[in-house]
């Protein structure tokens, strides 16, 4: 059946250090990929997503590409914030959604 | 308001007790879920929803009970509820099965 993995955390980076979180999937068909930011205390957000192999999305400085080859997904950003201080989850929508088990990230200054 | 909201915020309730979490949405979204949040466990599927009426188990449906009679409205009820229910739900819904989810703001139950 379809799943996504996660690379576990905690992650723990200094400001304005560079971020990849892998995410990698199983999957019938052509699903749509995303990613999730949940803060504390807070449901999960929409950070990008991408529907077909090779989409890139992108937002807030976040990217992330859709590798069919590599059936992966990872979310990258250059320099991150400390106000990007969140738990991140890479999801899946095929006849359900599948989510992976979350990456929190702590960015100190 | 538009968008999907989760009632109550926080809840707590004694053990053997049937409880009933609510989720609303606005956007007449076909497919609906539950999922609980755990330390550890991400996200779990509980109940989803395809449309009105059609309902089927997730990953952890045990315990559990969900109904859709209108399009806006999930429902989750927890028949009887124990310690082990002690989580965090939250309530999502999608247009279509491949669009992304929007989330609720979550319910935080805590079974004593």
């Known amino acids: 059946g379809d799943s996504v993995t996660q690379m576990e955390g905690p992650v723990t980076l200094s400001e304005e250090a560079f971020l990849t979180i892998n995410c990698t999937y199983t999957?019938?068909?052509?699903?749509?990929l995303f990613w999730y930011v949940q803060y504390p205390g807070e449901g999960l957000q929409l950070l990008l997503k991408?529907?077909?192999?090779?989409d890139k999305g992108s937002n807030k400085g976040f990217e992330a590409t859709y590798r069919k080859e590599t059936t992966s997904f990872h979310l990258e950003k250059g320099s991150v914030q400390v106000s990007d201080s969140a738990v991140y989850f890479c999801?899946?929508?095929?006849?359900?959604?599948?989510f992976g088990t979350g990456t929190s990230l702590t960015v100190i200054p | 308001d538009a968008g999907i909201t989760q009632s109550p915020r926080y809840k707590i309730t004694e053990t053997g007790r049937q409880v009933t979490l609510m989720c609303h949405q606005t956007?007449?979204?076909?497919?609906m879920f539950w999922y609980r949040q755990d330390l550890g466990h991400g996200l779990r599927l509980i109940y989803y929803?395809?449309?009105?009426?059609?309902?089927d188990k997730g990953e952890v449906p045990d315990g559990y009970v969900v109904s859709r009679s209108k399009t806006e409205n999930f429902p989750l009820t927890l028949e009887s509820a124990t310690r082990s229910q002690t989580s965090v739900y939250f309530c999502?819904?999608?247009?279509?099965?491949?669009?992304?989810?929007?989330f609720g703001q979550g319910t935080r139950l805590t079974v004593v």
């Open positions: 991408a529907t077909k192999a090779d």
């Open positions: 999957a019938t068909g052509y699903p749509s």
């Open positions: 929803s395809a449309a009105a009426d059609i309902t």
């Open positions: 956007w007449s979204h076909s497919y």
């Open positions: 999801a899946l929508a095929g006849n359900q959604f599948y």
């Open positions: 999502a819904s999608t247009y279509s099965s491949n669009t992304e989810a929007f």
